[in-house]
């Protein structure tokens, strides 16, 4: 506890200015708890808040600020960045690709209209604000192998279409207003987290269920390649983003990656560490999404303009995932 209290506090006295309020939404979604750990070290407890729609446990009220905080609801929004002085707003809510096809209407809603309200708050209020896009930003006629930063995206499923838009209108919110706005592309982020309604979930899925019962059934074919990154290279990538003066920016959307695999490659990195494993396959609707995909993600602009490196590749993150995972499981 020493240790950690010893960091925050070099952390916070380095940065030679106050640390930014930092307002999380759609914080119990995959990402939200392990980012707001990751920022309140950097930052300090009480400037990162977590906010959802949903009743957290204990553990979460225990670990720092937690409130309700629904998207759709402008003025609530509103009275928060405003009580709890907001200075960045990290904009986590969003329906994923494969459940997005499933609830249409839903996800237009929390996608779409919940982006306009805190676009328009992040410029009301001045706030510097990260949207995650994704590899879902791109279709069938992007070129896939490798993906450039700047190409044809024109996506098919309502998730990717919404995080098209988002990314559209934060450049122009920035160009018309000089809105601070930050996206990165994400690949498939891995964490031992489930994440619930994403076409890369097997990633997750596979390490859940190996540990508990030694098999499965994996809803993409054995040779789908798909861009993917360790949950802590991602935070290190939002977190090292959001600091990088403007000046040093030659855009406001950059494709970040750490390595691409198919399941095939990844039952073969995970035989390294169990005896056996049963895996079949049977292709879903997910599949369809997949083949549209990236199948290697170009970073070489964040690699460039501001020193983005991953840490871990597919070895450590087998190694990683496994040690997570048991924890959870057993
Ligand atoms: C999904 O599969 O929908 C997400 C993503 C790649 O954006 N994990």
């Given at each position: 506890a020493t240790l950690k209290y010893n960091i925050r506090y070099y952390s916070v006295k380095s940065l030679n200015k106050s640390p930014p309020k930092i307002l999380i939404t759609g914080?119990?979604?995959?990402?939200g708890v392990e980012c707001a750990k990751y920022l309140r070290n950097k930052y300090g407890r009480e400037n990162v808040i977590l906010s959802d729609i949903i009743k957290p446990s204990k553990e979460i009220i225990n670990d720092g600020p937690y409130i309700f905080v629904d998207i759709l609801d402008f003025k609530g929004l509103q009275k928060v960045v405003v009580n709890h002085r907001v200075d960045w707003l990290i904009h986590f809510s969003a329906l994923l690709s494969a459940i997005g096809e499933q609830n249409v209407p839903l996800a237009v809603r929390v996608n779409i209209e919940g982006m306009h309200n805190v676009i328009e708050l992040a410029k009301q209020y001045k706030l510097r604000i990260f949207v995650p896009s994704t590899?879902?930003?791109?279709?069938?006629?992007?070129?896939?192998?490798?993906?450039?930063?700047v190409t044809i995206q024109r996506p098919r499923t309502i998730y990717g279409v919404s995080k098209v838009h988002a990314e559209l209108l934060g450049e122009y919110y920035y160009h018309k207003f000089g809105l601070d706005f930050r996206c990165l592309r994400f690949p498939g982020i891995i964490s031992s987290d489930p994440p619930g309604g994403?076409?890369?979930?097997y990633a997750i899925a596979i390490f859940h269920e190996i540990i508990r019962k030694g098999q499965y059934k994996c809803y993409?074919?054995?040779?789908?390649r798909l861009p993917m990154m360790h949950l802590k290279d991602a935070l290190r990538a939002l977190s090292e983003y959001l600091e990088v003066?403007?000046?040093?920016?030659?855009?406001?959307c950059y494709n970040v990656t750490a390595m691409s695999f198919t399941p095939e490659e990844l039952v073969q990195a995970m035989s390294k560490h169990v005896q056996e494993i049963k895996i079949s396959y049977q292709p879903d609707s997910r599949q369809e999404i997949a083949d549209t995909w990236p199948q290697v993600f170009d970073d070489s602009e964040a690699r460039r303009d501001w020193n983005w490196r991953p840490e871990i590749d597919l070895d450590n993150l087998v190694k990683l995932m496994f040690d997570e995972v048991r924890e959870k499981v057993e």
């Open positions: 914080g119990l979604g995959q990402l590899i879902g930003a791109f279709g069938p006629d992007s070129p896939r192998n490798p993906t450039p930063n994403g076409t890369t979930d993409l074919n054995p040779q789908t003066p403007n000046e040093q920016l030659l855009r406001r």
